[in-house]
């Protein structure tokens, strides 16, 4: 066998940067147990995580932004458009009407309408989940504390219901507070309330049903965040919502409701103008019909008091002109009454915009066309303004253009009045002279007619003013809304969140993760020595063999028929030590293995004891001497009392050998002399002569002489004696020892303080090896040694 006495051109210090990828991987698939642990363990937790988190659902629904100039009017509504109160309606901007379908406004009116307030829960085995629709009971406020509940946290309670007609309120840490009746009205700090039976309600057993409470603002805030709305494309006015939460029904009744009431909204918003129309005419029809009921009586009496039925031919063809002429005053004094109520409308919103009366008649149709922008600017800024502030750029420019637009109204209003009253004064002069002619008429008819015509006039802006307020009427009843549904609120049975496959896949990477991070970081920290390689890597020292770890309690390991890996590695050793002694000088004297270590605990006691064993197996006469003067272990680890050896040895001259010897059964052809009594001054009794003639005497007697020396690196009494030694084991410990104490091994060497020296790593790990990636050859399982049966907890963990 090859002994390695400098490294090989494979770990020589040109190859030590490289990275040898399967010694890597072996790393890790060495603690493959634990990869496999980590897994199970992660799955498990995905498992529990998946069993007991609340899925949640995604419902979704889409609806077209109805854009009035880009579709026009329906056929139903066609027959109005020569009225002017359908038909060219505005555009609508599809972020404006996002903003306004997330608006708080808009959601607060969908949480009132569908109680979303309050939430109703049922206990699991492990926990509460919420039950929309599907509980027993419900809470309906006779009245309701709304500042105290804006003021207080969320508000939460349980009705634990015990019969049929009876249940019981407790609190949030289940104290009883008081047992009522059901439809039995409860004052409480919140308001008064009645608790009320379902139609579904039947009573089996003994239920307790948990009811919340939130304030209004934070629901709103969590639906808000909640809600997604987007365009399906940049160009088209369709919009997706979407809306995720735990109970489907509930997500599918949020978004119908949301639509609806988005809808609603926009009809208020298109209905303002036509209302504010009709509530002036309405005004202006109650002042002209009393007027009218007045002249009524007027021409009544004149007709009674005067005895007359109608008027001569003369009289009516005056009253024919004059009627002419009081058609044409009609109109202008009936726009003219409107253009000033309009502008005094005007003068009126001098801090607030608000829309104006629409659809009025004016001759001049810019005036109308103007109005008519007017109007949408307004409504288009009160809307965005639900969401947006003042400072809003949006809303700055919608407020530049109709403060511009306002000023451009008054100026052509009063531009209309100026002409109208104009044109009104020309037509009294021909009034005038037509009255010159009714002068010749009798006086009779001459006032019958004066009173005619003045009943004329009014009757006519009365009748006008019936046929505008029938149209804006009919405005009202027409209005569509903003939205149509393409489809309704849908939602998903397979939950969006948590994603089975997702968290199964993470669990799984997370299990391969944590222990190759554990590892990594282990093996980053770690600075002992494993594997012959390590060895070889850090130091030119031969190396002469491992000893595996023992899975017996024994001490001793070896004998004639142990096949264990622990005994087949000291034969091996046994064998390499003849290729180390194979330059002995004297072949008729013994030879004198020294054994030591860098520090205690390395197993030296173990190495000497098992190798003199393992010698005297081969028919050689094999003496164990333990020179450990002050730390003796060989009589401790064989479990010996105590007895006289080398300290007694040299302090007394009359002990011989044969006082000081001994030897135990177990082993047959082995002397040990124990290190004694611990001295006072080990290294001085170590300088006298008579350790010269102790090893004098014993390599005439022995073939080999195994000595049990103390560490190097804490005392001195090793290199004292170094010089008898024929060669020196340096046992250093795997998984104990420092690679930085390595240091001390090579120069030692290197010095040569320690003559023919070579080392053995003890207590190394069988499966990994040698440490290139191969084990030995007679490693478990081969046939060639015999396994040491293991409990099945330590083969897993082993």
Avoid at 174 to 187: A, G, K, R, Y
Avoid at 605 to 612: D, P, V, Y
């Amino acid at each position: 066998m090859q002994i390695h006495k400098e490294k090989s051109a494979f770990n020589s210090n040109d190859d030590s940067g490289t990275l040898d990828i399967r010694e890597e991987l072996e790393k890790y698939m060495f603690h493959w147990k634990w990869f496999v642990l980590g897994i199970i363990i992660s799955l498990i937790g995905a498992f529990i995580f998946l069993r007991y988190t609340t899925p949640k659902y995604r419902a979704t629904t889409s609806i077209l932004i109805k854009d009035n100039q880009k579709s026009g009017i329906s056929k139903e509504l066609e027959a109005f458009k020569d009225m002017g109160i359908v038909g060219g309606g505005s555009v609508n901007n599809t972020d404006n009407e996002v903003e306004i379908l997330k608006s708080r406004k808009i959601i607060g009116t969908v949480v009132d309408t569908l109680n979303l307030t309050m939430i109703y829960f049922s206990q699991g085995r492990v926990k509460k989940t919420e039950s929309y629709g599907e509980n027993l009971i419900k809470i309906l406020f006779e009245s309701k504390d709304d500042e105290l509940l804006k003021k207080d946290k969320d508000t939460s309670f349980s009705v634990n219901i015990v019969s049929s007609d009876k249940f019981e309120l407790k609190d949030v840490e289940d104290n009883l507070i008081s047992t009522h009746s059901f439809d039995e009205v409860i004052s409480s700090g919140i308001g008064d309330f009645r608790v009320v039976k379902r139609n579904k309600f039947q009573f089996k057993e003994s239920t307790t049903v948990f009811v919340s409470l939130y304030k209004k603002s934070k629901v709103i805030d969590g639906y808000r965040s909640i809600l997604s709305i987007s365009s399906v494309d940049k160009n088209s006015s369709v919009l997706k919502l979407s809306f995720i939460h735990p109970v489907k029904e509930k997500a599918e009744d949020f978004l119908n409701e949301l639509v609806t009431q988005y809808n609603l909204d926009a009809i208020k918003d298109k209905n303002e103008i036509s209302q504010k129309t009709k509530n002036f005419i309405d005004e202006r029809l109650f002042t002209i019909g009393k007027d009218l009921n007045s002249i009524q009586d007027r021409v009544k009496k004149f007709k009674t008091d005067n005895n007359i039925s109608g008027l001569s031919g003369e009289g009516e063809l005056a009253l024919q002109t004059a009627s002419t002429n009081n058609q044409n005053l009609i109109e202008i004094k009936t726009e003219l009454t409107i253009a000033e109520s309009v502008l005094e409308n005007i003068n009126k919103q001098s801090n607030k915009d608000e829309t104006l009366p629409q659809n009025l008649g004016f001759s001049e149709g810019s005036i109308s066309q103007s109005i008519k922008a007017y109007n949408e600017l307004v409504v288009f800024k009160n809307r965005l303004s639900v969401n947006a502030g003042s400072k809003n750029p949006q809303i700055m420019q919608y407020q530049k253009e109709i403060n511009s637009l306002k000023i451009n109204l008054k100026n052509s209003i009063s531009n209309l009045i100026t002409s109208l009253k104009t044109q009104y004064d020309q037509i009294n002069k021909e009034v005038d002279r037509i009255n010159s002619k009714v002068s010749a008429i009798p006086s009779l008819e001459r006032g019958y007619i004066d009173i005619e015509r003045e009943q004329e006039i009014i009757s006519g802006l009365y009748s006008y003013l019936l046929k505008k307020k029938e149209e804006t009427a009919i405005s009202l009843a027409v209005t569509v809304p903003n939205a149509k549904i393409i489809d309704v609120a849908y939602g998903s049975n397979n939950p969006v969140s948590p994603k089975r496959n997702i968290i199964y896949l993470g669990a799984l990477l997370i299990g391969l993760i944590i222990p190759f991070i554990i590892l990594y970081v282990k093996n980053l920290l770690d600075t002992k020595i494993h594997t012959r390689k390590d060895i070889e890597e850090l130091t030119t020292v031969p190396f002469l063999g491992d000893v595996p770890h023992s899975e017996t309690n024994e001490k001793i390991v070896i004998g004639n028929d142990s096949r264990t890996s622990t005994a087949e590695a000291f034969r091996l050793i046994r064998t390499n030590l003849d290729f180390m002694l194979s330059n002995h000088k004297d072949s008729d004297l013994g030879k004198t293995i020294f054994i030591t270590s860098t520090t205690s605990g390395e197993g030296k006691s173990f190495i000497s004891i098992n190798l003199a064993a393992a010698l005297s197996l081969s028919n050689k006469k094999v003496l164990l001497m333990g020179m450990d003067l002050r730390a003796p272990k060989v009589t401790e680890y064989l479990g010996i009392p105590e007895r006289k050896g080398i300290t007694n040895y040299i302090t007394n001259d009359k002990l011989s050998l044969n006082d000081v010897k001994f030897s135990i059964p177990e082993i047959k052809g082995l002397d040990i002399i124990a290190s004694g009594v611990i001295p006072p001054n080990p290294a001085e009794l170590l300088l006298t002569g008579k350790i010269k003639e102790l090893f004098d005497q014993v390599k005439k007697d022995y073939d080999y002489i195994i000595v049990d020396t103390a560490p190097v690196n804490l005392v001195t009494d090793t290199l004292l004696v170094s010089k008898y030694a024929d060669m020196f084991l340096y046992v250093s410990r795997a998984n104990y020892l420092d690679k930085r104490m390595l240091n001390i091994v090579q120069t030692l060497y290197n010095e040569k303080k320690l003559p023919n020296m070579a080392i053995v790593l003890n207590d190394t790990d069988m499966t990994r090896g040698y440490g290139y990636g191969y084990g030995y050859g007679y490693g478990y399982g081969n046939g060639y040694v015999e396994d040491v049966k293991k409990p099945w907890y330590k083969r897993i963990l082993s």
